[in-house]
């Protein structure tokens, strides 16, 4: 239950981050909140030969209102975001996805974009950015490269960031006056989500909905006319998996009910 | 740029509870352990050791965290904040450690310390709390004996008593 030794350095510019991040490749990490690579580095599940801690890294503590999107830098913790005076207004479904991200305490250090690099495919943030189609700004020595949520979550804690990269920031785009829902089942208040289902209500009456917790990645889907009946065939089309927690037949069964009820609450506050 | 090798044994310094102590600590060492074990510190208890159980919960420049997930190096030049800070020096216990014992909150205090600490932090940034806030705060918490209920309502009279 302890970490096996490693190099550590704390980079002050993020330019010094993505130099050590060239140098070590894939034997470096990236150490933002730690709320998930601590664990897994006192359970010794990895080893790096080098941990790279950007959380003082000052340029990317702040979260960035460009108009259509919201940027998110890469050291800004969770319960910074949920107490940006203008999260409810312009991010609804990140406002109403957050409280759901793990607990008080680890939503103090906990970052936005170290969850979404995680990709654990039963999270809300991953979830919230595929739903809201915001984007990943990926920065190495090479250069920076923008990619969207649909691209860079592939699989299970897999996705597209080669191992020079930084994820620098995340995009969300405004979703201002949007009527959003987001519900999720869960063993215990704050632990990882069986099901978790996000939806968004668009002004032509169609309804995009993304699931977490029953592929490797969340999946997302417009839905128009009856909700019920397009959930119920899409649960089927998923399979879903099964685990300690809860069975694929459990988790298809959780998505039915949640499915509908939360397009129900992105329809009424629409 | 601050690099530590992790062969280094740099010394990490740090303000305890209002004292400026120092001692040495390899990178991989948990800021759960530099308190205890280094510092002798040992109000801080040690649970699960990857962030579930909140035995651990410190506060750093105010803020509660997991002590346990966060390494000691991290802390150098930092204000940590434990239990041991909560009584007065003649050992009177502070208003929230008073609504736990009035409210039995606690059986074996395993847990109590890190529970203390998030609340030092939480009811100061939300001083008039919902009991379903104060709920939502500790299910970062396990307890696995005297259970719930008696610490809700702790947090509850500490917080009616509060100005």
Same mark, same amino acid.
């Given at each position: ?61 702040? #979260? ?5 999107? #919201? ?24 406002? @109403? ?12 250090? +906990? ?22 189609? +915001? ?32 994820? @620098? @920031? ?17 063993? &215990? ?5 069986? #099901? ?5 209500? @668009? ?17 997302? &889907?417009?839905?128009? +006319? ?25 988790? &298809? ?18 | ?37 280094? /510092? ?30 966060? /390494? ?12 041991? !800070? ?43 709390? !919902? ?29 009616? !008593?509060?100005?």
């Amino acid at each position: 239950m302890k970490p096996r030794p490693f190099d550590y350095a704390q980079p002050d510019t993020a330019a010094e981050a993505v130099a050590l991040l060239a140098e070590y490749g894939d034997a470096a990490r990236v150490l933002a909140g730690g709320q998930s690579l601590v664990p897994m580095l006192n359970l010794r599940l990895i080893d790096p030969d080098m941990l790279i801690d950007i959380s003082q890294v000052k340029e990317l503590g702040a #979260i960035c209102d460009l108009g259509d999107v #919201i940027e998110i830098g890469a050291a800004v913790t969770q319960n910074k975001l949920l107490a940006w005076p203008q999260l409810k207004q312009k991010l609804p479904l990140v406002a @109403a996805a957050l409280p759901y991200v793990g607990h008080f305490q680890t939503r103090n250090k +906990g970052t936005v974009c170290g969850s979404i690099a995680h990709a654990d495919p039963s999270s809300e943030l991953p979830l919230a950015l595929a739903v809201s189609h +915001g984007e990943v700004v990926l920065r190495s020595a090479r250069g920076e490269r923008v990619l969207p949520a649909s691209e860079f979550q592939q699989d299970m804690l897999t996705t597209a960031r080669e191992a020079d990269e930084l994820v @620098a @920031a995340v995009r969300f785009p405004v979703m201002a006056g949007q009527g959003v829902g987001f519900h999720e089942v869960a063993r &215990r208040h704050g632990d990882f989500a069986i #099901i978790a289902v996000a939806a968004a209500a @668009a002004k032509d009456n169609t309804i995009r909905v993304g699931v977490g917790g029953i592929a490797g990645r969340p999946m997302v &889907r417009d839905i128009h +006319g009856d909700a019920a009946g397009a959930i119920g065939a899409w649960a089927e089309e998923l399979e879903g998996y099964e685990d300690l927690h809860a069975s694929a037949a459990l988790r &298809r069964d959780l998505f039915r009910k949640l499915g509908p009820h939360v397009i129900a609450q992105a329809k009424g506050k629409a | 740029m601050r690099r530590v090798d992790r062969n280094d044994r740099p010394r990490v310094t740090l303000m305890l509870n209002g004292k400026r102590l120092s001692a040495e600590a390899e990178p991989r060492m948990l800021l759960s352990d530099f308190l205890r074990h280094a /510092l002798g510190a040992t109000g801080t208890h040690v649970g699960c050791e990857h962030g579930i159980c909140g035995c651990c919960t410190v506060l750093i420049d105010g803020v509660a965290q997991r002590s346990c997930l966060t /390494l000691a190096v991290q802390a150098e030049g930092r204000e940590v904040t434990t239990v041991e !800070s909560l009584a007065a020096a003649d050992g009177a216990l502070n208003p929230l450690q008073q609504a736990f014992r009035n409210n039995h909150a606690l059986q074996c205090g395993f847990c109590t310390p890190g529970i203390l600490m998030s609340f030092t932090d939480y009811l100061r940034r939300n001083p008039k709390p !919902s009991t379903e806030q104060i709920r939502d705060v500790l299910s970062g918490h396990i307890c696995r004996c005297t259970g719930y209920a008696g610490i809700v309502k702790a947090v509850e009279e500490a917080a009616k !008593s509060a100005p």
